[in-house]
């Protein structure tokens, strides 16, 4: 029932999803929002014509909030909400989804957690009754629970240990994050998912897994007035209570390089990243600190690395043919600590010195020299271009505002996008990338075993 996966290779860098929305985007959610006595704050997002609505409830504690010596322990969780509660046995909620020809799944992230279904308009009162039963209550046990340990190990094990790129991701976070709780991998270290049990997940749900906790989000063919109607009485009958303040670590300053090597007899071709920190735009929101970084550090992964027309594929594909590609992303989603990340692989019979030299040649231009308002304006129109692409159809909001709201983005910040964007100004630019860039970084090197 897991997406974690995709999230816990999110985590490693490897691909770059877009978090924000375009101006037309933005016109076309005009989320309607109201909050319930009892805190849960809801939006709904109205599709007239659609048959189908997502309903995603995303709870505000991911695997940065665990404590420690408990890593795993929420994404374990998010597995352990399928096992049934006093009102509803195992295996009922699978098959009222199933049975209309709906979708249901579940995700674990650093700063939050969310369960979502898709299914025919008509259904969504019934998903609510489910998803808040599931709030309230769960029934767990040895039996039910010590099963699923072995399936969470099992991912682990596919998804980290075995794949090549896998490890040596885990570790760059490891050690990007020396401080903070984003070093500590989603699905946890194998020793502590180990001596995890139904005890330590049972007080994880009753210590987050509050309604003044959560945020429901509501996507498709269905009026805000239904959809209130139905959360007051289905959400609104779960009492709130005290949840803990969510504490993010502060990072010391980088005092040196880290370089990372890592040879694999699975791997063809070696592939190079590199990974400064810097600040999430939800850390900056929540401490009242100035966003222009955040902004603009989105328009600087498009500019030098967003596609065929960014400065590191002209220079190091294109003209240089020293790179089969290359790239760069900024995810600025986070309630504390992100990373601005370079990655990319030689071109073949490039040795791997030379690539990185080039690379570093491009990276030290841009400080040196800066961006120019031409490159930051086309980059801006490429990023609303793709982001509104990416957005639409029924589940697009979802995605949208469970990792903004979840770390303290607001509504009206989301929806201010475009024009945060657009503000963004090549001083800005060049800015953020001399305060990120010049900074010591955590290179890595995956490689193909050398044969003796």
Not at 168 to 195: D, K
């Amino acid at each position: 029932m897991s997406l974690s996966r995709n999230l816990i290779a999110a985590a490693a860098i490897l691909v770059a999803v877009p978090m924000v929305v375009s101006s037309a985007q933005a016109e076309l959610f005009r989320p309607q929002t109201f909050t319930l006595a009892n805190g849960l704050e809801v939006i709904v997002v109205e599709r007239a014509g659609a048959a189908a609505v997502q309903q995603l409830l995303v709870y505000k504690v991911g695997s940065a909030d665990e404590a420690a010596q408990q890593s795993g322990i929420a994404h374990y969780l998010e597995h352990l909400m399928f096992k049934g509660t006093p009102n509803t046995p195992p295996g009922v909620f699978d098959r009222a989804v199933a049975r209309q020809g709906g979708r249901q799944n579940a995700y674990t992230s650093y700063d939050q957690t969310g369960y979502h279904q898709t299914v025919p308009t008509e259904q969504l009162p019934e998903m609510m009754r489910l998803e808040a039963d599931r709030m309230a209550g769960l029934v767990l046990s040895d039996a039910n629970s010590k099963p699923e340990l072995d399936v969470v190990l099992q991912e682990r094990r596919q998804r980290t240990d075995t794949p090549p790129s896998g490890r040596i991701g885990e570790q760059a976070q490891a050690v990007l994050f020396q401080h903070s709780e984003y070093g500590t991998p989603i699905i946890g270290w194998e020793h502590e998912i180990r001596a995890l049990d139904w005890h330590i997940a049972q007080d994880f749900h009753k210590t987050w897994y509050a309604p003044n906790n959560a945020v429901l989000i509501i996507d498709g063919g269905v009026s805000a007035a239904d959809v209130k109607r139905w959360a007051e009485e289905t959400y609104a009958k779960v009492p709130s209570r005290p949840v803990p303040e969510r504490m993010r670590k502060e990072e010391p300053p980088k005092a040196a390089e880290v370089r990372l090597e890592q040879e694999h007899p699975a791997v063809r071709d070696p592939s190079f990243s590199r990974r400064w920190l810097a600040r999430g735009l939800g850390q900056r929101i929540t401490n009242n600190q100035p966003t222009t970084e955040s902004y603009a550090l989105q328009v600087l992964g498009e500019v030098l690395g967003g596609g065929a027309n960014s400065r590191l594929h002209k220079a190091l594909v294109l003209e240089q043919n020293l790179a089969s590609g290359v790239a760069a992303s900024y995810d600025p989603n986070r309630l504390g600590w992100s990373s601005f990340v370079v990655w990319g692989s030689p071109a073949s019979g490039v040795a791997r010195d030379k690539f990185e030299a080039a690379l570093a040649k491009e990276l030290e231009r841009l400080i040196a020299d800066g961006v120019t308002e031409a490159e930051v304006d086309a980059a801006t129109a490429r990023i609303e271009a793709s982001t509104a692409y990416s957005l639409d159809g029924i589940g697009a909001a979802g995605r949208i505002f469970a990792s903004t709201i979840s770390v303290g983005i607001p509504v009206s910040e989301v929806e201010a996008w475009p024009d945060r964007i657009r503000a963004v100004s090549a001083a800005d630019v060049t800015a953020a990338a001399r305060a990120i860039l010049g900074q010591p970084a955590v290179t890595t090197w995956l490689k193909p075993k050398e044969l003796s």
